[in-house]
């Protein structure tokens, strides 16, 4: 089964809104979290990601909340922009510095129209 | 600059076909993966390594095998290519002893098969 999913395959939301992008996992033992960023035709790239000592990191307008109990965690971004239009993939995995084995969601594609 | 390059960035191959897809990195990785890129399957782990001359399977190997013979350079070995294995494929490498965690992918590799 799928050990990290995403609930909404796509998203579209208002320039300068705020939106909620949400990943549920299964695996108690993952302990790194993370959001990447691809546009069409280019490779993901690294947006935000949060160890599980913590459950919140900010970054700019980009924060990932960290829900342990409850297996989830979320990407909030404030004051969308037009290049924010991207395909997000949360992704968790655990030990070795996190990035061992790291298991990504289908992908929310997020449209943020002016 | 570090980078992780891929080899070929398009291949069109013939189902029962072998291919050969091939991944080179000069960030000093130990690290090392292979994705496969799915319309609403997000990022799905093929193989990975941790050092070279050994690999391990990830998610979906089957169909699949791969050769790491040096730090630098991880291959992905289709021996008979069907036409299930038509799709974007990712190679990536990561340090485990980041403070991020980040995966760095290539460009992607495009396969098609016929």
């Known amino acids: 089964g799928q050990q990290v999913k995403q609930s909404s395959p796509s998203l579209t939301v208002q320039e300068g809104g705020i939106l909620i992008l949400n990943c549920d996992y299964e695996n108690d033992m993952f302990d790194y979290f993370a959001w990447y960023k691809k546009y069409p035709d280019n490779s993901p790239t690294l947006l935000i990601s949060v160890r599980s000592n913590v459950d919140k990191r900010e970054d700019g307008r980009f924060t990932v909340f960290l829900n342990k109990s409850g297996k989830h965690f979320s990407l909030h971004i404030t004051a969308s922009q037009p290049e924010d239009t991207a395909v997000y993939l949360c992704a968790a995995g655990e030990g070795q510095g996190g990035s061992a084995k790291l298991i990504f969601g289908e992908g929310t594609k997020l449209t943020v129209s002016s | 600059e570090a980078a992780v390059t891929q080899s070929p960035r398009s291949k069109v191959a013939v189902t029962g076909g072998k291919v050969t897809l091939s991944c080179h990195q000069t960030?000093?990785?130990?690290?090392m993966y292979w994705y496969r890129q799915d319309t609403g399957h997000g990022l799905r782990l093929i193989h990975y390594s941790y050092v070279a001359d050994s690999t391990e399977k990830g998610d979906i190997p089957d169909g699949y095998k791969a050769s790491r013979p040096s730090q630098e350079n991880f291959s992905l070995i289709l021996e008979l290519a069907s036409l299930s294995q038509t799709a974007v494929y990712f190679c990536?490498?990561?340090?485990?002893?980041?403070?991020?965690?980040?995966?760095?992918f290539g460009e992607g590799s495009k396969l098609t098969v016929l």
């Open positions: 960030n000093n990785h130990d690290y």
């Open positions: 990536a490498s990561s340090d485990p002893g980041s403070n991020t965690g980040q995966l760095y």
